[in-house]
């Protein structure tokens, strides 16, 4: 069964610094997605990427965060200076349709800022 | 309350018997999906139904939509230990080009066996 993959599992860092999440999404997908979830809370939608481009973001999503797609087969969540707040699980997704869209989640992965 | 809302918020059953999960919305969808989360997992997939469907069924899932009262419900039958997980409802109402999905909370689902 393919399988979205997100590396590091757990990430632990400062406040002020660069973090890099990284998806390998489902191979034949066209459409990608970041959603992260702060513990107890709601899965919320960040960012949606298609055609090398964003296609839609949300409020959270302000100029501290980008999304890459930098060899075809990768999709970066760069977070430029993390606060505290940005601690959460972040989950990848994918999909191959935007029109009734069953998205492919990856494992997710754990951000702690200190 | 925020779209995409569940009720209740943690459910503990016996194994053997049904769970129900309610979800509400507010504004008009396209499809409205649930998925389900194992403790430090992602989100799985369960089923989706259309906004011009009214119920569905896979396996032991059974979904029903009601537009207009904006909510829907997951019926899981004969429940399992392994269904213990969280699950959520997630709407879907892109206008645009590509669809978002918003999700609830989640409902805690505990089945003892």
């Known amino acids: 069964e393919p399988e979205v993959t997100q590396t590091p599992s757990h990430q632990v860092t400062q406040m002020g610094q660069e973090v890099i999440l990284r998806c390998v999404p489902i191979?034949?997908?066209?459409?990608f997605y970041w959603y992260r979830q702060i513990l107890g809370q709601k899965v919320e939608f960040l960012v949606s990427f298609y055609n090398n481009e964003i296609s839609e973001k949300s409020e959270i999503f302000d100029d501290q965060f980008s999304v890459e797609r930098p060899d075809g087969s990768n999709f970066t969540l760069k977070i430029r200076s993390t606060k505290l707040e940005d601690s959460a699980m972040y989950f990848c997704?994918?999909?191959?349709?935007?029109?009734?869209?069953?998205?492919?989640f990856g494992a997710g992965s754990r951000l702690t800022v200190l | 309350s925020q779209q995409g809302e569940e009720d209740p918020q943690a459910l503990s059953i016996q194994e053997g018997e049904n769970a129900t999960m309610n979800c509400s919305y507010k504004t008009s969808i396209n499809n409205l999906q649930w998925y389900r989360q194992n403790s430090g997992r992602g989100l799985v997939h369960l089923i989706l139904i259309r906004s011009n469907e009214r119920e569905k069924h896979s396996g032991r899932l059974r979904v029903t939509l009601d537009t207009s009262k904006k909510s829907s419900s997951l019926l899981i039958t004969a429940s399992r230990a392994a269904d213990t997980a969280s699950y959520f409802c997630a709407t879907d109402a892109a206008t645009g080009a590509n669809s978002k999905l918003t999700f609830g909370k989640g409902i805690t689902l505990s089945v003892r066996p």
């Open positions: 191979s034949n997908h066209l459409y």
């Open positions: 997704a994918s999909s191959p349709t935007a029109v009734a869209n069953v998205l492919t």
